[in-house]
T-cell receptor, first 116, second 115 residues
């Protein structure tokens, strides 16, 4: 079984500052990990994903995430926040398991605020 | 362009009425999902369907019903039995790979308000 924990339901940063959104996962099989972004009254949009291969994954809008198996983490970062980054961010995990139907498991979300 | 279309964007329902939310995809995806989103509660799975003419309850199916008569369509009915239906509803789909390596594609959502 898989689960996701996002540390911090709200994060506030200044424009130009580093963005760090934390995600820890639990999985009994090799995980596939995703970050989604949601702007107000919109659906979720895929930012980036890790499946196999390189552990540092680059996504859209300057975001990146690093898969750290030893820490069971997949934290999302951006070197310099922009006002347009204000949104809610969701981490999700999946993975191939024997039998059954595997769904994405989503974290509770982190709302990012960016102030001037 | 391929994608998921949810309609309407905003929906108002009187107490005691059933309403149906539309979800159509042209991605040729096998699997489709309905989620409910309330402030501060993340995404909660209502129903999902792996294939045409088959669907399963998610975590909060009470008061909801679905059908999957066509691959492209997965409508959600919010019945009068749903005691607190005011929420943002999201439809999603994926290509049906068991490992979900491609993640989900989401529609833009329907905001349902009981008046």
């Amino acid at each position: 079984a898989q689960s996701v924990t996002q540390l911090g339901s709200h994060v506030s940063v200044s424009e130009g500052a580093l963005v760090l959104l934390r995600c820890n996962y639990s999985s009994s099989v090799p995980p596939y990990l995703f970050w989604y972004v949601q702007y107000p009254n919109q659906g979720l949009q895929l930012l980036l994903k890790y499946t196999t291969g390189a552990t540092l994954v680059k996504g859209i809008n300057g975001f990146e995430a690093e898969f750290k198996k030893s820490e069971t983490s997949f934290h999302l970062t951006k070197p310099s926040a922009h006002m347009s980054d204000a949104a809610e961010y969701f981490c999700a995990v999946s993975g191939l398991s024997s039998g059954g139907y595997n769904k994405l498991i989503f974290g509770a979300g982190t709302r990012l605020a960016v102030h001037p | 362009d391929g994608g998921i279309t949810q309609s309407p964007k905003y929906l108002f329902r009187k107490e005691g009425q059933n309403v149906t939310l539309s979800c159509e995809q042209n991605l040729n995806h096998d699997a489709m999902y309905w989620y409910r989103q309330d402030p501060g509660q993340g995404l909660r799975l209502i129903y999902y369907s792996q294939i045409v003419n088959d669907f399963q309850k998610g975590d909060i199916a009470e008061g909801y019903s679905v059908s999957r008569e066509k691959k492209e369509s997965f409508p959600l009915t919010v019945t009068s039995a749903q005691k607190n239906p005011t929420a943002f509803y999201l439809c999603a789909s994926d290509d049906g790979r068991r490992d979900r390596t491609n993640g989900y594609t989401f529609g833009s959502g329907t905001r349902l308000t009981v008046v």
